[in-house]
């Protein structure tokens, strides 16, 4: 079983209503977000040692509470804000439908009205949207801060060459002036 990171009362900064929220519904997408949004950030080290952590805080008994430390509670505020996003993102949009042969409807009363797909996407970019904007300042926030979590995250230095973000291209042109004409002009002599 995998451990969540998120509990019901992490969605009240993030969501509307957070309260109307069950846990089950949400446990899959809370999952894939963790999953696609939070692993590649974090690695895998540190988000298993932030779940462990979060999980042996959540267990401990409620006359002695074990709460997070700094560098750590710092880095679970900020992947819940992540994963909290990206979870309604996933979420929110499609909780109230349903996918018919025909269309995407919501049930109103005792009859189904059919939704705008483009509406269900418009909700999902918003929550999308804030969800890139966490991992952004997570991101930003790792780099000035990783040398607080020791092996459990890579450290960079200075000497290091950055990896490359894609293949360099086969295709080669030759850097020339621009007032260089090619070897095989007909009219230069």
């Given at each position: 079983?995998e451990?969540?990171?998120?509990?019901k009362?992490?969605f009240k900064?993030?969501?509307?209503?957070?309260?109307?929220?069950?846990?089950?519904?949400?446990?899959?997408?809370?999952?894939?977000?963790?999953?696609?949004?939070?692993?590649p950030?974090l690695?895998?080290?540190?988000?298993?040692?932030?779940?462990r952590?979060?999980?042996a805080?959540?267990?401990?008994?409620?006359?002695?509470p074990?709460?997070?430390?700094?560098?750590?509670?710092t880095?679970?505020?900020?992947?819940?804000?992540?994963?909290?996003?990206?979870?309604m993102?996933?979420?929110?949009?499609?909780?109230?439908t349903?996918?018919?042969?025909?269309?995407?409807?919501?049930?109103t009363?005792q009859y189904?009205?059919?939704?705008d797909?483009?509406d269900?996407a418009?909700?999902?970019?918003?929550?999308?949207g804030?969800?890139?904007?966490?991992?952004?300042a997570?991101s930003?926030?790792?780099?000035?801060?990783?040398?607080?979590?020791?092996?459990?995250?890579?450290?960079?230095?200075c000497?290091?060459?950055?990896?490359?973000?894609?293949?360099p291209?086969?295709?080669?042109?030759?850097?020339?002036?621009?007032?260089?004409?090619?070897?095989?002009?007909?009219?230069?002599?």
């Amino acid at each position: 079983m995998e451990l969540l990171l998120l509990s019901k009362a992490d969605f009240k900064d993030h969501a509307d209503l957070a309260e109307s929220l069950k846990m089950d519904r949400l446990r899959p997408h809370i999952l894939a977000a963790q999953r696609t949004r939070l692993r590649p950030l974090l690695l895998d080290a540190l988000t298993n040692e932030l779940l462990r952590l979060v999980e042996a805080e959540r267990n401990a008994p409620l006359a002695s509470p074990a709460p997070l430390v700094f560098p750590w509670s710092t880095l679970r505020t900020k992947a819940v804000a992540v994963v909290a996003c990206a979870t309604m993102a996933h979420y929110l949009p499609f909780s109230q439908t349903t996918a018919t042969s025909n269309s995407m409807v919501r049930k109103t009363s005792q009859y189904s009205e059919a939704v705008d797909t483009r509406d269900l996407a418009r909700q999902a970019n918003i929550y999308d949207g804030d969800a890139l904007t966490y991992e952004v300042a997570l991101s930003k926030w790792l780099r000035a801060n990783g040398a607080e979590f020791g092996s459990f995250y890579p450290q960079a230095n200075c000497y290091d060459a950055p990896a490359a973000g894609r293949a360099p291209s086969v295709v080669v042109q030759g850097i020339r002036r621009p007032d260089d004409r090619p070897s095989f002009d007909p009219y230069r002599r």
